[in-house]
T-cell receptor, first 112, second 114 residues
């Protein structure tokens, strides 16, 4: 599976949009982009995934560039409860699905 | 569904003792993963199963670790003998094989070996 690069930390003001970037320049055609988050001492929580189109659900939006080499997770109105470590991973669900490697992620701190 | 259920939530044991961690995946999911998380190494994949069959155990640190999945609703991760460096949070996750859904993680077992 391709590796991803994320900034180690970001801050965001409460109520503002949080935009978390991820680079995955070696992504292959069959690999999806997934985002998870981990709130302190809890298990990681799935947020959203996409292949090449932008996606939106009740939690967030995912913007994938046309060349698929990077993506951005958008939390439209960040709250204090969104403070967490956010992980971006890529994987081919039809391939070696278990090789999902979680890097260090981005620690997002939402401030009042 | 109650989600992925792990037990125990916390385990404190003495070095040399056997430890067994348990996981019940979401009903209908046919892929199961064991991860370990430490401050130093982050989230590491230890082993995963598809349809109860171990597919890749290359992340298992050494022979002291073993995992089984006797049926679709239960898996165990065993450490024998345990060592202080095994102290970590162990997560179990489940999903569907071959489709693009994300993983659902359990709440984890915090293991402390003294």
């Amino acid at each position: 599976d391709a590796k991803t690069t994320q900034p180690p930390s970001m801050d965001c003001a409460e109520g503002r949009a949080a935009n978390l970037p991820c680079n995955h320049s070696t992504i292959s055609g069959n690999e999806y982009v997934y985002w998870y988050r981990q709130i302190h001492s809890q298990g990681p929580q799935y947020i959203i995934h996409g292949l090449k189109n932008n996606e939106t659900n009740e939690m967030a939006s995912l913007i994938i560039t046309e060349d698929r080499k990077s993506s951005t997770l958008i939390l439209p109105h960040a709250t204090l409860r969104d403070t967490a470590v956010y992980y971006c991973i890529v994987r081919d669900p039809a391939g070696n699905a278990g090789k999902s490697t979680f890097g260090d992620g981005t620690t997002l701190t939402v401030k009042p | 569904d109650a989600g992925v259920i792990q037990s125990p939530r916390h385990e404190v044991t003495e070095m040399g003792q056997e430890v067994t961690l348990r996981c019940k995946p979401i009903s209908g999911h046919n892929s199961l993963f064991w991860y370990r998380q430490t401050m130093m190494r982050g989230l590491e994949l230890l082993i995963y199963f598809n349809n109860n069959v171990p597919i890749d155990d290359s992340g298992m640190p050494e022979d002291r670790f073993s995992a089984k999945m006797p049926n679709a609703s239960f898996s165990t991760l065993k450490i024998q003998p345990s060592e202080p460096r095994d102290s970590a949070v162990y997560f179990c996750a489940s999903s569907f094989v071959g489709v693009e859904y994300g993983y659902t993680f359990g709440s984890g077992t915090r293991l402390t070996v003294v």
